[in-house]
């Protein structure tokens, strides 16, 4: 593989990198089969692995320490933080109090001393961002951590944590990880520019369309949702399946698999670093790797832009992050004797 930077970080990173999301009881329970997977992810020659504490409640973490025991230095390892682990209400968010307890924690499942990217899962309203920058920074400087980054952050959040960051002399996000596939491509539009703009890393997560780009699901067919485990909502939405139907018969002309045609897109953005497969079985991992040395022309590439304009959506992206300004009615809703006044 031709190795990429990260940001300006001089870390260099596969343009895959392997998503540990799907080890564990969310995907694959079988320890020695995820480890059998993350190895010859390596072996061919991905050095780059993201996980999350959330992610299985730890069990995936734990998986990623088993499979890098005698391999760890040549691996830049990635893990996250902010959702719940637990009932505790401080056991969440991105609190300075929580930030240092959970690198604890993940460093221990992960069986290492330190974590090469440590990544705010979420923003979190409810904190300054100084304070989570403020703990963050110190975990680089104890050398846990050797660079900080976040994940779903909207445009002006990136740029505000960067602000912050300059004004009180504290570490920077280094990295930002977006959902990004041809049917979701609104971080074309301010994400993606804002992170070339401060020389920040991208690893998009999602490439796929949360499954929706593999092909198997198609308009007008039904589908064994016995056996894909129930059928999300985006995969009956008739806008996005509309992008699928088009796309189908553009592959089959390039002579590419639909996931080798999503994949060799969302690398092929100059301001994306590296795209997050997340495996469960080896014959998933085998066909994204198959696809690896995938490069897409300027007439395919065009004609996806026709497919799926630039910096737009096909349809909601329903696990993206939502701020407070849209998913709280108190905050797009004056109250009822305001508006009656008025």
């Known amino acids: 593989m031709k190795y990429r930077t990260l940001g300006r970080t001089g870390i260099e990173v596969s343009p895959y990198c392997l998503g540990a999301m799907m080890f564990g009881a969310?995907?694959?329970p079988d320890h020695d089969d995820s480890i059998r997977i993350i190895h010859k992810a390596l072996d061919a020659g991905i050095n780059f692995v993201d996980t999350a504490d959330v992610y299985s409640g730890g069990e995936s973490e734990e998986i990623v320490g088993k499979a890098l025991k005698g391999r760890r230095d040549d691996v830049v390892l990635a893990s996250k933080m902010h959702y719940p682990m637990g009932d505790d209400p401080n056991h969440r968010g991105n609190s300075?109090?929580?930030?240092?307890?959970?690198?604890?924690n993940s460093l221990r499942r992960?069986?290492?001393d330190h974590l090469d990217l440590y990544q705010v899962h979420r923003p979190d309203p409810a904190v300054d961002v100084e304070e989570t920058l403020s703990a963050q920074s110190d975990?680089?400087?104890s050398g846990k951590v050797r660079a900080i980054g976040a994940s779903s952050f909207p445009a002006s959040e990136i740029v505000e944590a960067q602000w912050v960051a300059e004004r009180r002399g504290l570490e920077r996000f280094r990295t930002e990880q977006p959902p990004y596939s041809i049917v979701n491509r609104s971080i074309e539009r301010e994400v993606l520019p804002v992170c070339q703009r401060y020389g920040m890393g991208t690893l998009v997560w999602s490439p796929l369309g949360q499954g929706l780009l593999t092909g198997r699901f198609r308009k007008g067919r039904q589908i064994d949702t016995h056996r894909s485990g129930g059928m999300p909502q985006h995969f009956s939405d008739e806008r996005k399946l509309d992008v699928v139907e088009q796309l189908i018969p553009l592959a089959d002309k390039a002579g590419l698999p639909?996931?080798?045609l999503a994949m060799a897109f969302a690398i092929a953005h100059p301001g994306v670093t590296s795209a997050i497969i997340g495996p469960r079985t080896m014959e998933q991992l085998d066909d994204l790797l198959a696809g690896a040395d995938v490069t897409l022309d300027d007439e395919v590439l065009n004609r996806i832009d026709e497919i799926a304009p630039p910096g737009t959506d096909?349809?909601?992206n329903d696990v993206a992050y939502t701020p407070p300004a849209l998913s709280n009615v108190s905050l797009r809703r004056r109250p009822v004797a305001e508006r009656s006044a008025a």
């Open 26 to 28: 969310m995907g694959n």
């Open 96 to 104: 300075r109090r929580w930030i240092i307890a959970a690198v604890e």
């Open 110 to 112: 992960l069986q290492t």
């Open 139 to 141: 975990l680089i400087h």
């Open 258 to 260: 639909m996931t080798h």
């Open 314 to 316: 096909a349809g909601p």
